[in-house]
């Protein structure tokens, strides 16, 4: 590697550790509505009575319009205009699912309170995606 190269490279390490990230700048506490449901501890934290009391729902500035539980969503989620896509969880071993509608979910989301399902994508690839659930709009 050349001398000029490798300065260049330090320098550009040095700038980068050296510069502001997002991540080092402080948000403000949000306020939230009197109907909201808060944990008691500081900025998401919960508190050892709330830990103890069990699971809870708690929120700030957001409402439930509507929901399509279907058999369980997994961990992907994509969406595009009108139409979102998730995977449901696959219980079964590899090549064998025990759920009705296996596969990914395409649920029409028009009409945020009522997302209806469409189909389901069952092909092999679509048994449990990981992380090539995508949309390609230029399809």
């Not at 009391?53 to 058999?71: F, M, R, S, T, W």
């Not at 205009?81 to 998730?86: D, E, L, P, R």
């Not at 989301?109 to 990981?130: E, K, N, Q, R, Y």
Request: aromatic share 6%.
């Amino acid at each position: 590697m050349s001398k000029q190269l490798c300065a260049a490279l330090v320098v550009a390490c040095v700038a980068m550790a050296t510069s502001p990230s997002s991540e080092a700048a402080a948000l403000a506490k949000p306020t939230c509505r009197t109907t909201d449901k808060t944990e008691a501890g500081f900025s998401g934290s919960m508190t050892s009575a709330e830990l103890a009391a069990g699971p809870a729902v708690y929120k700030c500035n957001i409402d439930l319009v509507g929901q399509y539980q279907g058999e369980g969503a997994s961990w992907q989620l994509t969406a595009w205009k009108n139409c979102a896509y998730f995977d449901q969880r696959n219980n079964g071993s590899a090549g064998s699912t025990t759920e009705t509608h296996p596969g990914v979910a395409v649920v029409d989301v028009s009409d945020p309170t009522h997302p209806t399902p469409t189909t389901w994508l069952s092909d092999p690839a679509m048994i449990d995606p990981w992380e090539s659930l995508k949309v390609n709009p230029a399809r």
